[in-house]
């Protein structure tokens, strides 16, 4: 079992750091902790096969072809988080790892272990801009509605897949999130897909997460091994 043991010492600083966000939040109004998924607490509301339109169709078989043959073109070599590219938020929240919510003074910081990737929800305000290039995680307002948190994210690169199937999306894409603390240990996130290019209507489903108070984020990074084989191509390339 791997140790996720946090030292009490930074345990406290942190709890120090923290103290005045936690003084300025509303009773219920925090989501911060490590959470991790559990187990057999996803569900969707709609299969997104049967709401694909066309070129969405297209490309979701593009990706699914000769799954059955690793080998050959298939789901794995098609898959751009396999080439080191960013997960993107939906897909991130379909993986078997935990993530940590940090909340300071203008933004919530989601700290994910896969890939060791950062997403930041901003909360001072602004609003989606429009003309801001396109990017992995898209880009994140969030604001709360009593004691949920509305993650609302645009802006996205058409690259990531929604989830490990190959679900694709276009850049149109709009990712609403809802985080609700239920209780102290459990976290609920509903999500919803708004992506009128590649679907036909909107879809969505939920996730749930529960606390794990004595872990902390570990290092992960799932193309470690493409990485060395890629390194160890162009060293043996004359110069």
């Not at 994140?140 to 993650?151: L, Q």
């Not at 690169?157 to 239920?182: C, I, K, M, N």
């Not at 108070?213 to 390194?231: A, F, G, K, S, T």
Request: hydrophobic share 35%.
């Amino acid at each position: 079992m791997r140790n996720r043991l946090i030292g009490s010492v930074l345990t406290g600083v942190g709890l120090l750091v923290l103290a005045p966000v936690l003084v300025a939040q509303t009773p219920g109004q925090d989501l911060s902790g490590v959470w991790s998924p559990r187990r057999g607490a996803r569900a969707l509301n709609a299969n997104p096969v049967e709401l694909m339109r066309p070129s969405a169709a297209q490309e979701y078989q593009r990706v699914r072809a000769g799954i059955t043959n690793p080998d050959e073109q298939g789901l794995d070599r098609l898959d751009p988080a396999q080439a080191c590219f960013p997960y993107g938020p939906s897909r991130q929240l379909t993986l078997n790892r935990p993530f940590e919510v940090v909340q300071i003074p203008g933004r919530v910081l989601i700290l994910y272990e896969s890939l060791h990737e950062v997403r930041r929800i901003w909360t001072d305000g602004r609003t989606n801009r429009q003309g801001l290039p396109p990017a992995w995680f898209g880009h994140s307002v969030g604001r709360w509605d009593g004691n949920t948190f509305i993650a609302d994210t645009t802006g996205f690169r058409q690259d990531t897949w929604l989830d490990g199937d190959g679900t694709p999306h276009s850049e149109a894409l709009r990712f609403v999130e809802r985080f609700r603390r239920v209780d102290r240990n459990t976290l609920e996130v509903d999500f919803t897909v708004d992506d009128p290019e590649a679907y036909t209507k909107p879809w969505g489903g939920k996730h749930t997460y529960e606390l794990k108070p004595d872990w902390q984020i570990m290092e992960h990074l799932n193309c470690e091994d493409y990485l060395r084989e890629r390194v160890q191509e162009i060293m043996k390339k004359p110069r």
